[in-house]
T-cell receptor, first 112, second 115 residues
């Protein structure tokens, strides 16, 4: 069993829809949780970063962490065609020097 | 800052040949990571360095793979001999873990095709 599980999709939604992307993990020692966005033929770039249970908002994006259930989510409101990309969850233990464990990535397509 | 720089961006080689991938991290970053990305396995960490010293190479698939970081501004990932199953996109990333900006910054990747 992988430490981090993510539904690879693909996920296709109409413009304006609310998107929910999810990851589950098995290692309760994970303390930091991130979402990366990767456009086609580009490197991943950090989208959101959180270390506590609860919600964190940044514009149209909300990251949610539930440590008791070992479950994290990324919500995208009012999705735009420019949001079409692969979204990867990642997590780490602080004393491992930022060694990230990534999910498989979910490919999202937002149709105009 | 120019960000993480990788070269070459594309590499096509024949099975059995030696391949060397290069990375220049962001200046001031003390951690450097090498990843491999494939459709089947996703993004996998191969090895990472702290202050030029390899810390964890448990992700290196086999002895054909080796990585070095001779100084703070340069790292190489070498595959010798290369095999078709090594075809993937290889990313380098750097960070300054523990600082206020400790996220990993990724380079554009090297797309390797082994025929």
């Amino acid at each position: 069993q992988k430490e981090v599980e993510q539904d690879p999709g693909p996920l296709s939604v109409p413009e304006g829809a609310i998107v929910s992307l999810n990851c589950t993990y098995s290692n309760s020692a994970f303390q930091y949780f991130m979402w990366y966005r990767q456009y086609s033929r580009k490197g991943p770039e950090l989208l959101m970063y959180t270390y506590s249970s609860g919600n964190k908002e940044d514009g149209r994006f909300t990251a949610q962490v539930d440590k008791s259930s070992k479950y994290i989510s990324l919500f995208i409101r009012d999705s735009q065609p420019s949001d079409s990309a692969t979204y990867l969850c990642a997590m780490t233990i602080y004393n491992q020097g930022g060694k990230l464990i990534f999910g498989q990535g979910t490919e999202l397509s937002v149709k105009p | 800052d120019a960000g993480v720089i990788q070269s070459p961006r594309h590499e096509v080689t024949e099975m059995g040949q030696e391949v060397t991938l290069r990375c220049k991290p962001i200046s001031g970053h003390d951690y450097l990571f090498w990843y491999r990305q494939t459709m089947m396995r996703g993004l996998e960490l191969l090895i990472y360095f702290n202050n030029n010293v390899p810390i964890d190479d448990s992700g290196m698939p086999e002895d054909r793979f080796s990585a070095k970081m001779p100084n703070a501004s340069f790292s190489t990932l070498k595959i010798q001999p290369s095999e078709p199953r090594d075809s993937a996109v290889y990313f380098c990333a750097s960070s300054s873990w523990g600082s206020s900006t400790d996220t990993q910054y990724f380079g554009p990747g090297t797309r390797l095709t082994v025929l």
